[in-house]
T-cell receptor
């Protein structure tokens, strides 16, 4: 079974600074998808970024980028120029290529200090 | 532009009471899911339905039943609520068989069992 681990229950960052959230996963599959979801206080789950395992290039979406290390099974999220609106829970998630179900990590609560 | 709609948003039950959480999606997705979210544990899959007419157990199915009423609707039933089922419940949907598919989530139901 796949497992996803987020080792940082809480992180804080100063507004306009950069922060990196960690995620590791365990799988025997060679092709799969990885996601970062953001959950603000409204509880809504919002997709931030996705990475396809067969692509070596790291995904980027505006201020959000990932560092995908397939051999190390590591998938970290970097948030640049942090904004107050980035404060939220962040979840790393894994999906097999052939499946549809997501396996989530335990989450990291990000606080942004003005 | 509704996406995934869950009802109710909040509910308090007494131990032993039953209730059904309703979920509907308007994106014509084949696959639907029920997750529960508990502090430090991320989201865990309760049941899923890969397509209309099929349902399967996820990671934590005990104490729950589901019905895929039609392609749009997927309900979750608690027959005899227990305090351990106090949680936030999320319904989600996705398109099966699409490589880049992401899951879309409802706004969640906060359930408290006293």
């Amino acid at each position: 079974a796949q497992t996803v681990t987020q080792s940082q229950p809480e992180m804080s960052v100063q507004e306009a600074e950069t922060v990196t959230l960690s995620c590791t996963y365990d799988t025997s599959e060679s092709d799969y998808y990885l996601f970062w979801y953001k959950q603000p206080p409204s509880r809504q789950m919002i997709l931030v970024i996705r990475q396809e395992a067969y692509k070596q290039q790291n995904a980027t979406e505006n201020r959000f980028s990932v560092n995908f290390q397939k051999a190390a099974k590591s998938f970290s999220l970097k948030i640049s120029d942090s904004q107050l609106g980035d404060a939220a829970m962040y979840f790393c998630a894994y999906r097999r290529k052939a499946g549809n179900m997501l396996t989530f990590g335990g989450g990291t609560r990000l606080m942004v200090k003005p | 532009n509704a996406g995934v709609t869950q009802t109710p948003k909040f509910q308090v039950l007494k131990t032993g009471q039953s209730m059904t959480l309703q979920c509907a999606q308007d994106m014509n997705h084949n696959s639907m899911y029920w997750y529960r979210q508990d502090p430090g544990m991320g989201l865990r899959l309760i049941y899923y339905s890969a397509s209309e007419g099929t349902t399967d157990k996820g990671e934590v199915p005990n104490g729950y039943n589901v019905s895929r009423l039609n392609k749009r609707e997927f309900s979750l039933r608690l027959e005899s609520a227990a305090p351990s089922q106090t949680s936030v419940y999320f319904c989600a949907s996705s398109e099966a068989g699409q490589a880049r598919t992401e899951a879309f989530f409802g706004q969640g139901t906060r359930l408290t069992v006293v």
